[in-house]
């Protein structure tokens, strides 16, 4: 693979080095964004969240410009992805007609908090923003680190969805976890020979 420069900034060159790991597809059209670059869930791993949750139907709650509402769409589940900004909306469904998944996908433009309950699905797909690459400068990331506050979105998780799913970075404070009184599984998310984030799982066997 012949080696690019980063069209987003010179800063965002190893994570635009790493693109095709993001969407295997990336040179049939992806669309893409200084967040999604380094935020999006890696295809592998998403396609491992999706299997690990085994829903049919599920809600994307921050989808981003798409990677893990396309990875629920190709196992056949019924998708509604949310997300709050038009244009990393539009991306999204751009890049599910890149994987021929669009039409699985129900694309919501709105607030989490005003659209996910809503929504009747078996699941919910968190990843709410953890303020971009400066969040590694933090000794530990706390639920109220996550934008929205993820106490308020696990909340609204909680009263609504029976399978749940929380992508929570390296440096995450586990300990907040069991302050929520919630069985869970913790989940090493691996690559490059390092954790790179975690995802947590609420009630999936």
Not at 38 to 50: C, D, F, G, M, R
Not at 99 to 112: A, L, P, S
Not at 185 to 200: A, K, L, P, Q, S
């Amino acid at each position: 693979m012949i080696e690019t420069k980063c069209p987003l900034g010179d800063e965002l060159q190893k994570y635009w080095d790493r693109r095709y790991d993001l969407f295997s597809r990336f040179d049939e059209g992806i669309q893409i964004d200084e967040e999604g670059l380094y935020s999006a869930t890696p295809e592998n791993i998403a396609l491992h969240q999706v299997e690990k949750m085994n829903c049919k139907s599920v809600v994307d709650g921050f989808c981003g410009i798409g990677a893990n509402a396309i990875a629920f769409a190709r196992a056949g589940a019924k998708v509604y992805a949310i997300e709050k900004d038009e244009k990393r909306l539009e991306m999204a469904r751009h890049n599910a007609r890149v994987y021929g998944v669009e039409e699985k996908i129900e694309f919501i433009c709105g607030d989490f908090f005003c659209e996910a309950p809503k929504i009747k699905a078996e699941g919910i797909f968190l990843d709410p923003s953890w303020g971009g690459p400066k969040r590694e400068n933090l000794k530990s990331f706390k639920l109220s680190d996550f934008r929205p506050d993820g106490n308020d979105v696990l909340k609204l998780a909680f009263l609504n969805f029976s399978k749940i799913a929380l992508k929570i970075p390296d440096n995450f404070d586990i300990s907040e976890l069991e302050k929520l009184g919630k069985a869970h599984e913790v989940e090493d998310n691996i690559m490059y020979g390092r954790v790179i984030f975690r995802t947590v799982y609420f009630n999936i066997k």
